[in-house]
């Protein structure tokens, strides 16, 4: 059982930059096999990926995002996190960290992201 929690949104002005972390409640040996990932949904829209990044290390972003944003992780910390850069209003969203490995499926409760001035 993996339970992640989300911390580091709030308000921010266009151009600012804000990180989020997601600490999961695993030991670090089982951590490390999960795919960690980091999904966002904007009122009126789909959940859509913002980023992951899986077991090895390996990243993967939502093209749009690219350059922007940077996922990262510490196994030793049970902690991935998202830097977010030169945020852009349309960034506003819930932002979600999921936990991923063969079927199984975590999501954190969210952490709100507001950009605007």
């Known amino acids: 059982q993996v339970v992640l929690v989300e911390s580091g949104g709030g308000l921010v002005q266009p151009g600012g930059s804000l990180r989020l972390s997601c600490a999961a409640s695993t030991g670090i040996f089982s951590f490390r096999m999960y795919t960690m990932g980091w999904y966002r949904q904007a009122p009126g829209k789909q959940r859509e990926l913002v980023a992951d990044?899986?077991?090895?290390?390996?990243?993967n972003y939502a093209d749009s995002l690219k350059g922007r944003f940077t996922i990262s992780r510490d196994n030793a910390k049970n902690t991935v996190y998202l830097q977010m850069n030169t945020l852009k209003p349309e960034d506003t969203a819930a932002y979600y960290c999921s936990a991923a490995r063969t079927s199984s499926r975590y999501w954190g409760q969210g952490t709100q992201v507001t950009v605007s001035s």
């Open positions: 990044i899986t077991s090895d290390g390996t990243t």
